[in-house]
C-alpha cells in the first residue's frame, strides 16, 4: 500500500515452544517477506525473555502474531500485548480462548444453530480414574465408529486420530492426552473437506473461497498439511454455490459467535447430502506455502502482501480508537 502509515515498524512474531514451533516459524518468514515487499519496516522476533524489552524499545509498533498452539493461540499472548497496550493483528484474549479449545468453541458455535459433530470432551484424570474400558463402551454405545479422537487444546492435527473399533480408541486417548489434558472424541463425518477464511477490515466479516482439500492418504494430519504435494488443494472448492454460499456463511457465524478479530479459518466437513458440518475454528491461520488462508486470499483476487498489510493497519486503527 502506497499510503503513508502512521504506526512504527512492524514486529512479526513466530517461533515460540509449542509443538507447532516449525510451523510458525514458516509463517512468519512468508508473513515477513510479504510487509518487506509492500515496503514495510519489519522486525522478525521469536518469543523470548527479551521481546517485552523490543516492543517497549519501539516507538508505535504493531505486533503480527504467528504463533501456533499453546500460548500463541489460548489468548495468554493476545494478554501480554494487551497489558504491554501495543496494537496486534488478530482476535482479543478472551476469543482466542475460546475458539483454541475445541471443547469449548464447538458446543459455542452449535448453540447458534450450526451442524456440529455429536462430541464428548474426557480431562485425562476422568479417563484415567474411571478407567478405559467402562467409558470406551459408553463412548461407542453414544457416539458409534468410526470416531476422530483430538486433543482439545492443540492445531495442525498433532495428536488427531482416526477410530475405527473400540479396541483403537484407549492407544487414541493416550495419544491425544500427550498434547494436553483434555481430550474431545467425536463422531467422524465423512464428506467433502473444505476451509473458509473470514477477514474483517472494514468492520463487516467477509468470507474467501472455500479451499477444498484433498490429502493424497485420505487424512489430512500434520504431514498432509506441511509436506508439498501430499495434498492437493482446490480454490475455489468444487462444490455448488449453494454449498459455498452456505460454508461461507457458516465461518462467518463462527466467526461472530466466538467472537474473533480480523481474521479467522474454520474448517468444515460438506457431508453428501450437501450440509455443512463446523469442526474448528483457527484465530491464528497458518501462513506458510501450504497453508490454505494464503491460497484463499489469491484464489479471491487479492495480493496477500496488500492484505497482511490491510490487516496491520487496521490493527494500528482499532488500537488508536
Known amino acids: 500500500m502506497t499510503e503513508t ?7 512479526v512474531l513466530s517461533g515460540g515452544l509449542s509443538h507447532e514451533r516449525d510451523v510458525s516459524l514458516r509463517s512468519g518468514r512468508r508473513v515477513a517477506q510479504a510487509l518487506r515487499d ?4 519489519v522486525i522478525e522476533s521469536d518469543l523470548n525473555a527479551g521481546l517485552v524489552e523490543l516492543i517497549g524499545g519501539l516507538t508505535d509498533p504493531v505486533v503480527f502474531p504467528l504463533l501456533h498452539g499453546g500460548v500463541g493461540e489460548d489468548g495468554g499472548l493476545q494478554q501480554v500485548l494487551k497489558l504491554l497496550d501495543v496494537a496486534y493483528v488478530g482476535s482479543t484474549p478472551a476469543a482466542a480462548r475460546r475458539s483454541f479449545n475445541k471443547a469449548i468453541a464447538g458446543p459455542l458455535v ?10 464428548v470432551a474426557l480431562p485425562h484424570d476422568m479417563f484415567r480414574e474411571l478407567g478405559a474400558a467402562a467409558l470406551v463402551a459408553a463412548i461407542g454405545e453414544r457416539l458409534g465408529f468410526p470416531l ?3 486433543p482439545a487444546r492443540s492445531g495442525s492435527a498433532l495428536g488427531c486420530t482416526v477410530v475405527h473399533s473400540a479396541a483403537e480408541l484407549p492407544a487414541a486417548m493416550v495419544g491425544a492426552y500427550s498434547y494436553g489434558d ?11 473437506e473444505v476451509a473458509v477464511g473470514v477477514v474483517v477490515l472494514d468492520g463487516e466479516p467477509a468470507a474467501l473461497p472455500a479451499v477444498e482439500i484433498r490429502p493424497q492418504s485420505g487424512v489430512y494430519d500434520y504431514t498432509a498439511r ?27 457465524t463462527a ?19 450437501g450440509e455443512p458440518v463446523f469442526l474448528e475454528v483457527n484465530s491464528s491461520p497458518g ?10 486470499v489469491e484464489a479471491a483476487g487479492t495480493d496477500f502482501g496488500v492484505l497482511c498489510a490491510a490487516l496491520v493497519d487496521a490493527a494500528w486503527a482499532a488500537h488508536q480508537r
Open 110 to 119: 452449535a448453540q447458534a444453530g450450526i451442524a456440529t459433530p455429536k462430541a
Open 255 to 273: 466467526h461472530q459467535v466466538l467472537g474473533l478479530g480480523t481474521l479467522s479459518r474454520a474448517d468444515i466437513i460438506v457431508r453428501p447430502d
Open 287 to 296: 501462513m506458510t506455502e501450504t497453508s490454505l488462508f494464503p491460497q484463499a
Open 5 to 11: 502509515q502512521h504506526h512504527g515498524p512492524i514486529v
Open 148 to 150: 476422530m479422537v483430538k
Open 38 to 41: 509492500q515496503g514495510r519496516e
Open 182 to 192: 483434555v481430550a474431545v472424541v467425536e463422531e467422524f463425518i465423512s464428506g467433502t
Open 226 to 252: 506441511y509436506t508439498a504435494g501430499e495434498t492437493r488443494f482446490i480454490v475455489p472448492a468444487e462444490v455448488s454455490d449453494e454449498i459455498a454460499a452456505a460454508c461461507a456463511s457458516l465461518a462467518i
